[in-house]
Structures are given as structure tokens and as C-alpha cells.
């Protein structure tokens, strides 16, 4: 999960979403009324939750730590493959507007021809 967490596109889309989130709760204080129920609401059950599921993790913990290895090496490949998952969020939106851009600029010239 932190790996996958630190990767630039996950981490600019959280800090994206994050940023609109927080501005509007500042903007519109109904919604900033309704997060605050929804955030307590969360916060409670991570904490009830947590106290039951930990007997089970630290049974699970040798399959865990498998599964987590095999999980981050596959990461590591598709990080590989995939050079998009290093670049942040706003740089892939900039690129796309270009590409579009450039692609239907190349389709109205071909049609002008």
C-alpha cells in the first residue's frame, strides 16, 4: 500500500482530491456540516475496527508479508511498463490537452487538404 501510495501519479491525484476536498468544505459549509459527520463516523469505525481485526493480522502476518513481497514486485514491473505511474497527475492532463490538440489540428489540416 505504500508503495503504490508513493507513486507520483497516486500521490498527486490524493493531493488533488485532497485540496478540492478541503476547499470545499471551506466554501459551502452544508457540505463542511456533512463531512464532519462523515469523517467522525469513519474515525470511529477504523477505531472499533482495528481492535478486532489486529488478533487476525498478527496470525496472517507470515502470509501477509508474502503476499506483500509478491505485490511489490509485480508494482516494481508495471512501474516498468508503465512510465505514466512516475509522472504526476496535472503533467498527464497537460500532455493529453497537447496530444488532442495536436492530433485534431493534424485532422482539420488533413481535411483543409
Do not use: W
Amino acid at each position: 500500500v505504500n508503495q503504490v501510495a508513493n507513486l507520483t501519479l497516486v500521490s498527486s491525484t490524493c493531493d488533488m482530491v485532497s485540496t478540492a476536498y478541503a476547499s470545499t468544505k471551506e466554501s459551502h459549509p452544508f457540505i463542511r456540516s456533512v463531512c464532519d459527520a462523515a469523517e467522525k463516523g469513519v474515525k470511529s469505525v477504523t477505531e472499533a475496527t482495528t481492535s478486532c481485526v489486529q488478533p487476525v493480522l498478527t496470525t496472517l502476518e507470515p502470509h501477509v508479508a508474502a503476499a506483500s513481497e509478491y505485490a511489490s514486485k509485480s508494482l516494481d514491473k508495471l512501474g516498468e511498463k508503465l512510465p505514466l505511474l512516475q509522472k504526476p497527475v496535472d503533467q498527464i492532463i497537460s500532455d493529453t490537452k497537447e496530444l488532442v490538440s495536436s492530433r485534431v489540428a493534424d485532422a482539420k489540416d488533413a481535411v483543409s487538404s
